[in-house]
């Protein structure tokens, strides 16, 4: 069985999880999902990151341990992500056993690429990252994410050997067409490590919340080092489940991550002689209403708000369908409000209301009709998720929901008898169906909805063939989509 391996970057707990976060596990969970329905075997990852410096600072703002902080708000990211129907397959926590072990065992296993060393400079606390003077001086010593005036840390440290791997790096760039996307990224981190690398300082001193540091009782390991290494421990790093699973097919990221990923983990990797992830993707940020998402702007909206405002499809539709995955977005309340009613309910719930009315409480038998199943191209929409475009995707399978609404209104079927009406009524309880199956990974629930109703089976891609629809009763139920006033 073929495999397929997907990550998502874990979330600093440092806050509560926003719309922001829940854009890249939505995507996630539907790649995942697509995988699945396709028979294969398939691993999806995500989680939250629980050291460093600004986790030990937010624990003390707000009065709690650091283990009490992280605890209580890696929960909340896990009850978010369970409201909006995130299928994951491990959700890891830094602070596990099992990470912490593995963190050491991989230091220790590229012992030869650390030495010991002195470090002065720029820090954000908000990033976990050092600033060279020409990148802190081109933002006027400001983070250009947080907005905040950088730190000046002098410490003792360990590096590890960045700089050796540059050429390794650019080699395993060339040879690996999708090992970064999209291209326009690959440009980026390609010039940029084509300028130089530093040595990375992987210690830090001044502060006791991490994991120890195995070379160096005084010392903890560097959060990013840490982090970066929870993608081998999800899949039980080293053991048969991880050679089964690894590489990772794909990892999720967003921009602001895309060197740590796409430089400093393989670098590591390559170090520790383990192969790097076949593609790193680099996806843009999610605004609300055209503002980086921001505790200070006070419009981190919770995605278990808004499922529990308009239900969980509603959220991973909108954002599904308004973002070009990889390029920024934008979020906004009532743009999610118009696509509900114009889309959701107008197009795909009328659909199914109509045509379980005009059955009258079971599909009848007849043959699909060729003159509207040949609208759809499956091809066409397999294309586009497995090259990571599923706004395209999804907007192909409406193309197709549209002409399906259409066929209802030129054939009027409530005016024919006997063949003519039951080929007309078998075929549309049959598009109902392809269409159900390829809009499981995106709308799961109101999927399963259609298929209880309609008593279709569980959704795979190789019953997407028309002329297998069942002659069965069709359920009562409640309408798919109300309308939002």
Same mark, same amino acid.
């Given at each position: 069985?073929?495999?397929?391996?997907?990550?998502?970057?874990?979330?600093?707990?440092?806050?509560?999880?926003?719309?922001?976060?829940?854009?890249?596990?939505?995507?996630?969970?539907?790649?995942?999902?697509?995988?699945?329905?396709?028979?294969?075997?398939?691993?999806?990852?995500?989680?939250? *990151?629980?050291?460093?410096?600004?986790?030990?600072?937010?624990?003390?703002?707000?009065? #709690?341990?650091?283990?009490?902080?992280?605890?209580?708000?890696?929960? %909340?990211?896990?009850?978010?992500?369970?409201? +909006?129907?995130?299928?994951?397959?491990?959700?890891?926590?830094?602070?596990?056993?099992?990470? @912490?072990?593995?963190?050491?065992?991989?230091?220790?296993?590229?012992? =030869?690429?650390?030495?010991?060393?002195?470090?002065?400079?720029?820090?954000?606390?908000?990033?976990?990252?050092?600033?060279?003077?020409?990148?802190?001086?081109?933002?006027?010593?400001?983070?250009?994410?947080?907005?905040?005036?950088?730190?000046?840390?002098?410490?003792?440290?360990?590096?590890?050997?960045?700089?050796?791997?540059?050429?390794?790096? #650019?080699?395993?760039?060339?040879? !690996?067409?999708?090992?970064?996307?999209? @291209?326009?990224?690959?440009?980026?981190?390609?010039?940029?490590? =084509?300028?130089?690398?530093?040595?990375?300082?992987?210690?830090?001193?001044?502060?006791?919340?991490?994991?120890?540091?195995?070379?160096?009782?005084?010392?903890?390991?560097?959060?990013?080092? &840490?982090?970066?290494?929870?993608? +081998?421990?999800?899949?039980?790093?080293?053991?048969?489940?991880?050679?089964?699973?690894?590489?990772? &097919?794909?990892?999720?990221?967003?921009? *602001?991550?895309?060197?740590?990923?796409?430089?400093?983990?393989?670098?590591?990797?390559?170090?520790?002689?383990? %192969?790097?992830?076949?593609?790193?993707?680099?996806?843009?940020?999610?605004?609300?209403?055209?503002? /980086?998402?921001?505790?200070?702007?006070? !419009?981190?909206?919770?995605?278990?708000?808004?499922?529990?405002?308009?239900?969980? *499809?509603?959220?991973?539709?909108?954002? +599904?369908?308004?973002?070009?995955?990889?390029?920024?977005?934008?979020?906004?309340?009532?743009?999610? =409000?118009?696509?509900?009613?114009?889309?959701?309910?107008?197009? #795909?719930?009328?659909?199914?209301?109509?045509?379980?009315?005009?059955?009258?409480?079971?599909?009848?038998?007849?043959?699909?009709?060729?003159?509207?199943?040949?609208?759809?191209?499956?091809?066409?929409?397999? %294309?586009? +998720?497995?090259?990571?475009?599923?706004?395209?995707?999804?907007?192909?399978?409406?193309?197709?929901?549209?002409?399906?609404?259409?066929?209802?209104?030129?054939?009027?079927?409530?005016?024919?008898?006997? &063949?003519? /009406? !039951? %080929?007309?009524?078998?075929? #549309?309880?049959?598009?109902?169906?392809?269409?159900?199956?390829?809009?499981?990974?995106?709308?799961?629930?109101?999927?399963?909805?259609? !298929?209880?109703?309609? *008593?279709?089976?569980?959704?795979?891609?190789?019953?997407?063939?028309?002329?297998?629809?069942?002659?069965?009763?069709i359920k009562k139920a409640d309408i798919l989509f109300k309308k939002?006033?």
């Amino acid at each position: 069985m073929k495999k397929f391996y997907i990550t998502t970057a874990i979330d600093y707990v440092n806050a509560n999880p926003h719309i922001g976060h829940a854009y890249q596990k939505i995507i996630a969970d539907v790649l995942a999902r697509w995988h699945k329905m396709q028979g294969e075997d398939v691993f999806f990852a995500t989680g939250t *990151d629980e050291h460093g410096l600004k986790i030990s600072r937010s624990a003390s703002e707000a009065k #709690l341990s650091e283990k009490e902080f992280v605890s209580k708000i890696s929960s %909340n990211f896990k009850d978010a992500w369970k409201k +909006l129907d995130i299928d994951y397959d491990r959700f890891i926590r830094t602070t596990d056993s099992d990470h @912490e072990k593995a963190v050491q065992k991989f230091i220790e296993i590229i012992n =030869k690429d650390i030495y010991k060393g002195f470090y002065e400079g720029l820090y954000c606390v908000g990033c976990e990252a050092f600033f060279s003077e020409s990148e802190a001086k081109s933002e006027n010593y400001t983070c250009p994410i947080h907005k905040k005036k950088l730190e000046r840390i002098k410490e003792e440290t360990y590096f590890f050997k960045l700089s050796k791997y540059q050429k390794q790096l #650019l080699d395993f760039y060339k040879k !690996n067409p999708k090992c970064i996307m999209p @291209e326009s990224r690959k440009k980026e981190i390609i010039s940029r490590v =084509k300028e130089g690398l530093s040595d990375l300082s992987i210690t830090r001193t001044t502060f006791s919340w991490g994991i120890p540091f195995p070379l160096d009782k005084k010392h903890v390991t560097y959060v990013w080092f &840490d982090a970066l290494i929870n993608y +081998l421990t999800s899949v039980k790093w080293p053991s048969k489940e991880y050679e089964k699973y690894w590489p990772a &097919d794909i990892h999720l990221l967003g921009k *602001d991550n895309s060197w740590f990923h796409c430089v400093i983990w393989p670098a590591m990797l390559i170090s520790a002689g383990i %192969n790097p992830a076949k593609t790193v993707f680099v996806h843009g940020f999610l605004t609300v209403n055209n503002q /980086k998402i921001s505790k200070s702007l006070g !419009n981190s909206i919770s995605p278990a708000f808004l499922v529990d405002k308009y239900s969980a *499809d509603a959220l991973r539709y909108f954002i +599904l369908r308004n973002v070009s995955f990889g390029e920024d977005g934008n979020f906004s309340e009532n743009s999610l =409000k118009e696509r509900y009613n114009a889309e959701l309910a107008n197009k #795909l719930g009328n659909l199914v209301s109509r045509v379980v009315g005009l059955c009258k409480g079971s599909i009848p038998k007849g043959n699909s009709d060729s003159s509207i199943t040949s609208e759809l191209n499956l091809s066409e929409i397999e %294309n586009y +998720l497995n090259n990571y475009a599923p706004d395209r995707a999804l907007e192909k399978i409406f193309e197709f929901i549209d002409k399906c609404n259409e066929y209802v209104q030129q054939k009027q079927p409530w005016k024919l008898e006997g &063949d003519e /009406k !039951n %080929n007309i009524l078998y075929t #549309l309880a049959d598009c109902i169906r392809i269409i159900s199956i390829l809009l499981w990974p995106f709308i799961p629930s109101s999927s399963e909805k259609i !298929n209880n109703q309609f *008593d279709f089976p569980k959704p795979y891609i190789k019953n997407a063939i028309f002329g297998l629809a069942k002659s069965t009763k069709i359920k009562k139920a409640d309408i798919l989509f109300k309308k939002i006033e």
